[in-house]
């Protein structure tokens, strides 16, 4: 597991997770190997009327993440994550980018099999 | 943080006059006015505008008449019958215009422009009672429910950033979009009933919806002097759903000379009404203690 | 003619004006309930339904084998109901405004129309009255998709024998009502004389002016509020066809479900006479006489 999507309220390692994907502010994705890391920003998802969870899945594809940490996801978006085969992490609201990347390469963390969240739009 | 919605499946049972009075009587809270389409609770709690916001949704299209070679593609393809031919071209009624980009996507001329839609404004304000969150949709304009969500965010984050443990919800009638978004993340939802045909059978489908989204349910009999017979039969629904029936609150003039006055029927503590509506938010208080 | 019944606020009386319009009306009659997400029509008419039927939007399936991943469908949808997620196509039908748009544009014709459920239209008849309803599918999101099923319906209807219709709207100002009132000849708009019935009325006015159509006001529960209303439907030229007034007996009636122009002689004069209104709205309002005016 290389590249990591985590929703993030700023571009670096230290901003805080932002709870939500589909309404996120944007993605840091790390590359586990290198620590290096992109910001991608989500404000075209968050113009949508609906399908914002959709359009940020499609949006962490693109960007060749393998996993996602967040803090909750909806039904349809968790749909289209695992369709595509991204793992994903759940209940990582709470702490920075960086934590919540620890928390993941100790091992201490659990793939969701379930969104955790009932959908919004 | 705990959030509670008041509904009613149909509409005119006495749900924004309660959730008012509700306001009063609540500590420590943000409300919240989620019927987008009609508001009526800033009647009440006369709020005083400290921010606002215009909302953004969506797109519709728009032709631009220079270019327009009448060639009549786009009205062809519009399934939504928004499309007309005027004497200078084509035109796209905005109000029919579903805003889904086919018509855009097909013209041959590229004479078709996709623009952002302003469908309304939403505030941050302030009360009597507290804060509130609120807006206002153009009329006419479509309600996905996204405006509900952008505010329920913003009234979680103010409740936050204050300290304080609850949003409280005056939801919006009907099963559709805005009142399943208004659902999402609730604790408990509240619908408020009164004893009539109508009453009985929107507070089914209401109750079913819930069930559908997994929210705590629970019932006010309002008006339940019009029709004692078919308040008990609510009551015996109820029993059977296991869904809590909070009160039997009596048809009440009163309530509409206090809406009269900008006020809520708790501010006139003298009412016989006003006695049963404390006792009524005791027990949603203690409920969603339950609730955990 | 097609007559709409609407309100900006819920429970002020649209049904209880349209069930009794319906029930006086001298005319052939299909009495129709829009009201897709709460109807409640067929409780006062008491319709003996004599149809059911499905009614479905049309949703894009997608054969795999033809398709080549090129993404056109996922980058037109503006509702995410079809989107290309590396190399596949996800569909969420639940989604789709069913605009057709990625089955025209598919360069491979991989997309082919599939149907998804919206609701249950119910046909029947009430004594002589024919009725129409619609009952959106409970977790059903959107109205406005099957209410046009339920027009297209009610069209059909009336061009296998010309009627008139009376259809029952769904409260608010947003799509769902607008919907109702758009393809109609003329709106009625219910009210109440209260600060929130005013409110409301105000903007359901402002929603329905710019469609152009003949508007009048019934002021229910007349009595029972401010000067308010009665002064702004005189500043916008707004007649006021007819008023109920504020009644507990006539409250207590409509909760027994009865229909209260049936209560007694004097309120079934009050629809006649707003029957004769709405004719006469209707043909001043029509462009000729205006002409003539």
């Known amino acids: 597991m290389r590249k990591i999507a985590v929703t993030s309220e700023g571009p670096g390692l230290d901003d805080r997770v932002d709870p939500r994907f589909g309404r996120t502010a944007g993605f840091v994705i790390v590359d586990l190997e290198t620590m290096e890391t992109r910001y991608i920003d989500n404000g075209r998802s968050q113009i949508m009327a609906q399908g914002a969870g959709i359009q940020a899945a499609q949006l962490i594809v693109q960007a060749g993440a393998e996993c996602l940490l967040t803090g909750y996801v909806g039904p349809k978006a968790f749909q289209a994550l695992t369709a595509v085969g991204i793992q994903i992490v759940q209940d990582l609201d709470g702490m920075t980018v960086r934590e919540a990347l620890e928390r993941f390469k100790s091992g201490s963390v659990r793939v969701a099999d379930g969104p955790n969240r009932e959908g919004g739009k | ?292 | ?293």
Request: with cysteine; aromatic share 6%; charged share 25%.
């Open chain 3, 1 to 293: 003619m097609i007559v709409s019944v609407a309100s900006g606020k819920g429970g002020t009386g649209k049904t209880t004006v349209a069930a009794s319009l319906a029930t006086i009306w001298d005319r052939p009659l299909v009495a129709v309930d829009l009201d897709v997400e709460e109807p409640n029509l067929h409780l006062f008419l008491r319709p003996n339904l004599e149809e059911s039927e499905a009614a479905h939007m049309e949703v894009p399936v997608v054969d795999a084998s033809r398709c080549t991943f090129c993404g056109a469908c996922s980058e037109l949808c503006q509702f995410k109901a079809i989107c290309a997620m590396g190399k596949l196509i996800l569909t969420f039908p639940e989604m789709c405004h069913g605009c057709g748009g990625c089955i025209a544009l598919c360069p491979e014709k991989a997309l082919s129309p599939g149907t998804r459920e919206l609701g249950e239209i119910n046909r029947g008849r009430a004594g002589t009255i024919g009725f129409l309803m619609g009952r959106l599918r409970v977790g059903e999101a959107m109205s406005p998709p099957f209410m046009r099923l339920v027009k297209a319906k009610l069209n059909e209807m009336i061009a296998q024998s010309a009627r008139d219709a009376i259809i029952d709207a769904p409260p608010g100002v947003s799509c769902p009502a607008v919907n109702a009132v758009i393809d109609t000849d003329l709106i009625l708009l219910v009210t109440e004389p209260t600060p929130f019935g005013f409110y409301d009325f105000r903007l359901a006015w402002e929603a329905f002016s710019p469609l152009g159509k003949p508007m009048g006001a019934v002021v229910n529960r007349a009595g029972l509020g401010t000067d308010d209303l009665y002064r702004f439907c005189r500043d916008k030229g707004l007649p006021i066809l007819t008023e109920i007034p504020f009644d507990r007996a006539i409250a207590e009636a409509y909760a027994r479900g009865r229909v209260i122009a049936e209560v007694s002689p004097r309120l079934k004069e009050t629809f006649v006479s707003l029957r004769d209104e709405i004719r006469d709205l209707a043909e001043r309002s029509r462009p000729g006489e205006a002409a003539h005016a």
């Open chain 2, 1 to 292: 943080m705990r959030e509670i919605v008041i509904i009613s499946g149909k509409g005119g049972t006495g749900k924004t006059s309660l959730t008012g009075a509700f306001a009063h009587l609540a500590a420590n809270k943000v409300v919240c006015d989620l019927d987008v389409d009609a508001p009526d609770l800033h009647l009440l709690l006369r709020p005083v505008r400290e921010r606002e916001e215009r909302f953004l949704s969506g797109y519709e299209a728009r032709i631009d008449g220079e270019r327009c070679t009448g060639c009549g593609v786009c009205a062809s393809l519009c399934r939504f019958d928004a499309i007309r031919e005027g004497e200078r071209g084509y035109t796209v009624d905005p109000i029919r215009c579903e805003g889904c980009k086919v018509c855009v996507a097909f013209c041959p001329a590229e004479a078709i422009r996709f623009e952002l839609r302003h469908c309304g404004h939403w505030y941050v304000s302030s009360t009597r009672f507290g804060p509130m969150v609120h807006a206002q949709l153009f009329p006419g304009a479509e309600n996905s429910g996204r405006l509900v969500m952008v505010l329920k965010q913003q009234a979680r984050e103010l409740a936050t950033a204050k300290g304080l443990d609850l949003v409280l919800c005056d939801g919006a009638p009907g099963i559709g979009c805005p009142v399943i978004s208004s659902l999402s993340g609730t604790h408990l939802a509240v619908a408020v009933t009164e004893p009539t045909p109508s009453g009985r059978h929107d507070l089914e489908r209401v109750a079913d919806l819930c069930r559908h989204f997994q929210v705590a349910f629970a019932v006010i009999i309002n008006k339940h002097d019009l029709n004692q017979d078919e308040a008990s039969r609510i009551e015996a629904y109820c029993r059977e759903r296991d869904y809590p029936v909070l009160a039997r609150l009596p048809h009440d003039p009163i309530i509409t000379r206090a809406m009269i006055q900008g006020l809520v029927v708790t501010e006139l503590p003298e009412a016989a009404f006003s006695r049963e509506l404390t006792s009524t938010w005791a027990r949603i208080e203690a409920l969603m203690n339950g609730i955990g």
